[in-house]
């Protein structure tokens, strides 16, 4: 096989490995999700959040990736987890009523 093709066989199976723990991640992420949500707790913590996201910007640029690309891969990924966490709270309540930690329920 060509080098080329080398590389770009082996690009496509570190993205399947990427497309993994993403799966991975978001299905633990639910599981939290589902645990405040049994619990009482506010579906997320934006301070947990802004640390999540500084420690991944931090952790990519100490191992050479550009910080801003970094930054903008972890806000997709926490952007996602709050609509999967706002999903879970939201199937757990009846119509009308509004979710912990929103402004309707302060």
Same mark, same amino acid.
Do not use: H, W, Y
């Given at each position: =096989? ?11 199976? %570190?993205?399947?490995?990427? %497309?993994? /723990? /993403?799966?991975? #991640?978001?299905?633990? $992420? ?6 405040? #949500?049994? $619990? ?8 947990? =959040?802004? @640390? ?5 910007? #931090? @952790?990519? @640029?100490? #191992?050479?990736?550009?910080?801003? =690309?970094?930054?903008?891969?972890? !806000? ?9 966490? /706002?999903?879970?709270?939201? !199937?757990? /309540? ?8 929103? @402004?309707? !329920?302060?």
């Amino acid at each position: =096989m060509p080098p080329v093709a080398e590389g770009q066989q082996a690009i496509d199976q %570190i993205d399947d490995q990427i %497309i993994d /723990l /993403l799966v991975k #991640r978001f299905r633990l $992420s639910s599981e939290i999700g589902g645990a405040k #949500r049994r $619990s009482g707790q506010a579906p997320f913590d934006p301070q947990r =959040m802004e @640390a999540q996201q500084q420690r991944f910007v #931090r @952790a990519c @640029a100490d #191992r050479g990736l550009n910080a801003a =690309m970094a930054n903008q891969i972890i !806000s997709v990924i926490v952007a996602q987890v709050v609509v999967q966490r /706002l999903e879970i709270f939201r !199937s757990a /309540l009846g119509p009308g009523e509004d979710q912990p930690g929103t @402004a309707a !329920s302060s």
